[in-house]
Structure formats: structure tokens, C-alpha cells
């Protein structure tokens, strides 16, 4: 029997192929890992999309669903200028694919409730939290667990826990997401901070870099709008990195957390009569997952390092 995913035949129908395709069961034929092919082109709908999703080139993904579709006999998309779209079969076999895709993923993670401490565990959490927080103070954690290998994940979006993106999500809000577990582990205070040439400017001059309309529902942006009282904000983003490096290089006064400006030789506190919310921090984690041994040390000692370090991250905090 030739291999699917090696054979370069253009599609045919099941009564045209081989003697020995048609002998062997479709369960024989089938690559079971070509279905996730076929869901993220049919969930994104270019091969350039999908490929993106799944880190693979774009032929790749055009090779596993040429495959399955050999497989099964049937012509799953139609391949039109714009993009790939479903054919009536495919849009019938979607729903079971995602099934089969949420059977692998709880079987993954029914395999970490039964894994050993030895192993990768990945960790989602704000960039600059996971850079110029997490990432200086992890070294304990490796000298307690040894054989337990992480993945720092930095990014902005939340990671998606149930699919397996990573095992445990530092967060800055509680999630809303069903089927989650929560556990608050402390707060993360923040304060204005301005270059000191910035900072000496007589209030009526001051101007102030701001998050972009995206984040206006945070109530720490609507405390610095309040601040700057019809100031006028000279610059805005949503990367908290940008208004980061702007206010070190004397561009306005931001809102900036403790952890990551009260150290900065370049930066000076800047008083302000109330201070602004301070916000949670919430370490995420599946239920199923959550019954790995490795992943269970791994939250505990993410729970110490924040711990210890509650003074750096609220240091007008209760304790602090």
C-alpha cells in the first residue's frame, strides 16, 4: 500500500484507486494527524493561514488534505482563486473532525495526570511580565526541579488552555472561560513614571502615553485618563513594551508596573495624590492538567517566586 502522505497522485474517487487501496479498511488508510490539517484549513480557509496556525509550509498543508481526501474517497474542499472552501462532504465531516481533535486533546492531557516529573511544561503570560519578570527568577525553580523543562510563552492574547496551547497561564484577569481552574496569587501594582527631565516640567506641561482604544475597558486606563485630566496623550499603544522604551526616552509620563520601572535608573517616579488599582494575578491551569505531577510543581513554585516577590510587584500593597 503506498503511504498517503508520500504518493503524489492527483485525487481520485475510491473506485479508481489501486487494488491494494481498495483492499485495505479507510481506518487502515486514514493518517489520523492529517484530520488537524483539515480543520485549520477549514476553520481559516487559505493554505497560507493554515499553514501559518500550524507552523508549516503551505504545501505541507495542501499535501495532508490531498491525502485524507485520498483516503476517504471524497473531494473535501473545492479549490477556488480566493481560497479553499468546503464541499458539501467536507462540511459534513467537520463536526466529527472536531470531535476526533477533542478526543487527541483530552487524551494528551489525561497523559500528563499520569506523567512523572521529568518533562516540558509551557507557560503563558504577559510578554514584559514573562521577560522582565518571570524570566530573571526562574532559576530556583529549575535548581528544585531539575528535570522538569519550561517553555516561557510570551504573548498578549489569552492562551487556550482546553486546546493545549500551554499547561499554565499567568493571567491579569480571572477567566471567564468555562472549565478552567483559578488561583489568585497576589497583585501587580503600577505608578506613573516619566524620564527625570520629563518629570521636572511644571504639570501644565505634562503630556502622557496611554494604551490605544482596545484597552479602554482596563480600569487602569480609564484611572490614567482621569490623571491627565484633557492632557494631551502624545502617544498610544497596546504593547506595553513600546509605552515602556517611549518613557524612557523622555516622550510623556505612563502608567507603568512597579516591577518594571521602580529599579530603572532612566525613569523617576512621578507623585500622584491617589494611586492608581492595582491589578490580580491569576495562575490558570485545566483541571485535567492540573493532576500532572510536573505541572503541579511547576504552579507551586510560580506561586512562591510571586510570593517572594510581593514588594517588587505592589510595593504600596497590604504586606509590602
Not at 478526543?103 to 499520569?114: C, D, E, P
Not at 500622584?272 to 492595582?278: F, R
Request: glycine content about 6%; charged content about 20%; hydrophobic content about 45%.
Amino acid at each position: 500500500m503506498q503511504n498517503p502522505l508520500t504518493n503524489p497522485r492527483p485525487f481520485q474517487p475510491a473506485m479508481q484507486q489501486g487494488s491494494s487501496d481498495r483492499a485495505a479498511p479507510v481506518s487502515q488508510r486514514l493518517q489520523w494527524d492529517d484530520v488537524r490539517y483539515f480543520l485549520a484549513l477549514a476553520r481559516l480557509g487559505s493554505l497560507s493561514a493554515a499553514s501559518r496556525s500550524l507552523d508549516v509550509e503551505h504545501s505541507t498543508v495542501a499535501r495532508r488534505v490531498e491525502a485524507l481526501e485520498r483516503a476517504l474517497g471524497l473531494r473535501l474542499f473545492d479549490r477556488l482563486p480566493r481560497g479553499w472552501t468546503l464541499t458539501t462532504e467536507g462540511e459534513a465531516l467537520v463536526v466529527q473532525a472536531k470531535g476526533l481533535e477533542d478526543q487527541a486533546i483530552a487524551f494528551s492531557r489525561a497523559a500528563l495526570g499520569v506523567a512523572s516529573l521529568a518533562g516540558t511544561v509551557r507557560i503563558s503570560a504577559p510578554p514584559m511580565t514573562a521577560s522582565h519578570f518571570l524570566a530573571p527568577r526562574l532559576a530556583t525553580l529549575r535548581e528544585a526541579w531539575p528535570d522538569i523543562d519550561l517553555e516561557l510563552i510570551g504573548e498578549s492574547r489569552d492562551a487556550d488552555l482546553a486546546h493545549g496551547e500551554a499547561e499554565l497561564a499567568l493571567r491579569l484577569a480571572r477567566p471567564t472561560a468555562a472549565g478552567l481552574a483559578a488561583r489568585a496569587l497576589g497583585r501587580m501594582g503600577s505608578g506613573l513614571y516619566a524620564s527625570p527631565a520629563h518629570a521636572v516640567r511644571p504639570p501644565q506641561e505634562w503630556v502622557f502615553l496611554g494604551y490605544d482604544r482596545s484597552l479602554g475597558q482596563v480600569a487602569q486606563h480609564t484611572w490614567l485618563e482621569g490623571i491627565a485630566d484633557g492632557r494631551r496623550f502624545v502617544l498610544r499603544s497596546n504593547d506595553l513594551a513600546v509605552l515602556y522604551q517611549a518613557c524612557r526616552a523622555g516622550l510623556g509620563i505612563a502608567l507603568l508596573p512597579h516591577f518594571l520601572a521602580r529599579s530603572d535608573t532612566a525613569l523617576v517616579a512621578v507623585p500622584c495624590d491617589n494611586a492608581p488599582p492595582p491589578r490580580s494575578l491569576w495562575l490558570v491551569v485545566h483541571p485535567d492538567v492540573r493532576r500532572s505531577p510536573r505541572v503541579r510543581a511547576v504552579a507551586d513554585s510560580l506561586a512562591e517566586i510571586i510570593a517572594a516577590a510581593a514588594a517588587v510587584l505592589d510595593p504600596q500593597g497590604p504586606g509590602s
